[in-house]
């Protein structure tokens, strides 16, 4: 294990909790569903829910988060203004990829009946190939399942070259897991650049760009390149992670009237929202970081 991956689990649950407390709706699935509702009445802004605990190994955990999924899509299923994300490694990705497929399958034909979107999310670089597979398979069958693409891996671009024909919803960001620079890029402008580059290049192909980022600046570079290009404001929408501060724009977003989406993260035990965050920490030893940053902000 390594030294930074240590000092990390050896965190307080309490002190992780507390870093984690603004980026969690909170515990059990209503909890997903009253911030949802609440964001939506402040300040119509949209959101794709999403139960924390991934890396699920146990076919029973397997089979509970699945059901668990069919309640989520009861609770989401006439509120518009939802979609929700889900993993493959909560899904029986361990045991599988048929197991997995099979798994997602039900939910994403489940949502489908219910007329709920479904993400599934982009994990490290070792899930990129099996994650595109199954996101293909779905997409072959149904019209409510889109994906995650990041931009700091080199082989996107092909990636979004090799995507389904048919339009698909792609959540680009520059991805959350630090890749080695064999396959990455590791200098943060280089993935903002590709970043920009591929929200032009999926509407080329297509496709509806879901742009994930809390960086204003390139967050109005974006908007103003695509305004410049005459680009419909319903062909792309922007995400952010609730909890990141960026008020002020994402009310300018909601006001000319782009779709503003915020990821909401609930736990069905705090014990999960601890090791998803811990996990995170040691993806990503800038999110302590950015907690502080943000907490001195507005
Ligand atoms: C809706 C959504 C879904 C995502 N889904 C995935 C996914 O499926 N797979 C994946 O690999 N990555 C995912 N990510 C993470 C994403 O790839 C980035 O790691 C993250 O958004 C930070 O990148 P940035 O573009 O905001 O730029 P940065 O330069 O990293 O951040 C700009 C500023 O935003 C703030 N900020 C950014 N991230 C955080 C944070 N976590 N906590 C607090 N403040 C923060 C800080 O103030 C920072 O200075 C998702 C992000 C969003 C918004």
Known sequence: MDIKRAIIDLAPASI???F????????????????????WQAGKLQSTVDLLGEEVFKREDVEATVAL????????????????SLKPTQLGIHESEA???ENIRKVV????????????DMEDRHFTDVTLRLFKALR?????????????????KDDILALHARRCKVRIC??????????????????????????QLLLDKGHYPEIATHDEPLIRRVIDDLDKRGCPKDAYEFQMLLGVPRHQIQEEIVRDGR???????????????????????????????????????S
Not at 21 to 39: N, Q
Not at 71 to 84: E, F, N
Not at 109 to 120: D, E, I, K
Not at 175 to 198: N, S, T, W
Request: contains cysteine.
């Open 16 to 18: 992780v909790r507390l």
């Open 20 to 39: 984690a407390g603004p980026y969690v709706a909170g515990k059990g699935l209503e909890s997903g569903v009253r911030k949802a509702d609440e964001i």
């Open 69 to 84: 999924y069919f309640r989520m899509v009861d609770a989401l299923a006439g509120r518009t203004y939802t979609s929700m």
């Open 99 to 101: 197991y997995c497929l």
């Open 109 to 120: 034909g489940y949502a489908a009946s219910r007329q709920l979107h479904v993400t599934v």
């Open 140 to 156: 072959d069958q149904f019209d409510n399942v889109g994906t995650v693409l990041q931009s700091r891996l080199f082989r996107t």
């Open 174 to 199: 520059i991805g959350i897991y630090k890749e080695p620079r064999e396959v990455a890029y590791v200098d943060k402008p280089a993935m903002k650049e590709r970043l920009f580059e591929y929200v």
């Open 259 to 297: 779709v503003m989406r915020l990821y909401v993260p609930f736990a069905e035990e705090w014990e999960y929202a601890i090791a998803y965050c811990k996990r995170r920490m040691a993806a990503n030893p800038m999110m302590g970081a950015y907690v502080m940053k943000n907490l001195f902000r």
